[in-house]
């Protein structure tokens, strides 16, 4: 059975970093391009960031620069390095798996003074 689990959602001030990590269990990673995903309160979910099975990623225009995803195969898990953290970046985040198609349950991130 394949699980999703992320981890790593907080409550943090501006200009503020936050490490979220996704562990995905049930012998897919390997095989699987990764994405987190974010939805902001009455706003569609949105794609943040991809990474495939040869480590290229790719990046939505507003966190360019600022997020960077990673993955460590020997662990089933991707990250989402996230630093200069603005107000607009408060959101749930959700981690995907391509292959398939299965999500995590998602993590908060809320970004304030």
């Known amino acids: 059975q394949v699980q999703l689990v992320e981890s790593g959602g907080d409550l943090v001030q501006p200009g503020g970093s936050l490490r979220l990590s996704c562990a995905v269990s049930?012998?897919?990673?390997?095989?699987?391009?990764m994405g987190w995903y974010r939805q902001a309160p009455g706003r569609q979910r949105e794609l943040v960031a991809t990474?495939?099975?040869?480590?290229?990623?790719t990046y939505v225009d507003s966190v360019k620069g600022r997020f960077t995803i990673s993955r460590d195969n020997a662990k089933n898990t991707v990250y989402l390095q996230k630093n200069s953290l603005k107000p607009e970046d408060t959101a749930v985040y959700y981690c995907?798996?391509?292959?398939?198609?299965?999500w995590g349950q998602g993590t908060q991130v809320t970004v304030s003074s």
């Open positions: 049930g012998g897919i990673f390997s095989v699987s391009a």
């Open positions: 995907h798996t391509m292959y398939r198609d299965y």
């Open positions: 990474i495939s099975t040869l480590d290229r990623t």
